[in-house]
């Protein structure tokens, strides 16, 4: 049924097709029977402990796919065992110009510059107070596009402190390759900084009486062998608590999409089939260096690739693109893997 609907989701524009089923799920939920009926259907109870937090299941939404915290019910009722919203930066900003959502078919791949659009951290802090959901909710951070990097952990540091009592886990995001520069605060001593002023502002929480939250890296596909060694010298040095690899390739390797139709998207990071081997490579590395809590993510088009990411040695797993093409089937499938 779900390639039914994906034929004809694929006519509207990318972006286009995201709204339109994500309020078309809203409208549907209100009615009478629908929510318990697919709660029926896509109830994957299979629970995992993991950084001291129980999840449903061990599949969650990746960051990006709701990133205003708009859909939280919507996505559990189709079958996650957690949601990472985000990118939230601490000022509302609408993201580039559009189109910036691109669909590689033939490769089960995508294309994205958003650029993090997204309503603000005050905004969707207030939202989140007033979810109806028990879920375990990741709260993905970054920075404006107009922050400069010096001032970057500011925005790391705002973002933090006003989602702190409403997510149960966070990320750092520092390697989006649409905000210009963002990258480079994968630097050791970026890194360094952003996480002692998190590790700080959480040590206050935990004083006042709040629970100890996970704090979280994510990392891009791209990055050399030496500069994954520098992370994990970072990760052990701070004693952060886990790390989500990867995010988007700025790779375009591989595809079976003609040259002349990816020069004319232009920039962007690739998400889906082409990444599943990079990100698993990452992964393997990591793993060979440090035992942190690992998230998987990147190309997690099949129950197949979701093995091989546990096998190469994460805990969880997130889904952005397989989502897109492979619906809320594959979420059951990779769920239940024991
Ligand atoms: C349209 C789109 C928007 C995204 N936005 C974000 C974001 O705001 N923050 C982030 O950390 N990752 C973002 N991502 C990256 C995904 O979270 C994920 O890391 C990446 O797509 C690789 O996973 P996949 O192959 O399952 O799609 C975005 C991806 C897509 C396709």
Redesign the pocket.
Known sequence: MYSILVRFLFVLSAETAHLFTMHFMRVALCIPGIKKLLNTIYKNENPVTFLGLHFKNGVGV????D?NADYLEILETLGFGFI?I??VTPKPQNGNDKPR?FRLVKDRA?I?R?G?N?EGVEVIAARLRRRKTKLIIGG?I?KNKLTPNEEAVNDYAICFEKLYEVCDYF?I?V??PNTPGLRALQDKDELLKIITKLMSIRANFVHQGHLQKPLLL?IAPDLSTEQLDEVVEVIHQTNLDGL?A???TIGRENLRTSASEIAAIGAG?L??AP?TQK?TEVIKHLRLKTQIPIIA????MTQADAQQKLDAGANLV??????IYGGPGLVKQIAHIK
């Open positions: 990746a960051a990006g796919f990133k990472e985000g990118t959502l995508l994205n958003m993090f997204n993905n970054g990320v995001n390697s989006s994510k989500i990867t995010n988007t990071g998400s889906g990444l990100s993510n990147g190309g997690i997130q889904l952005y693109s397989g989502f």
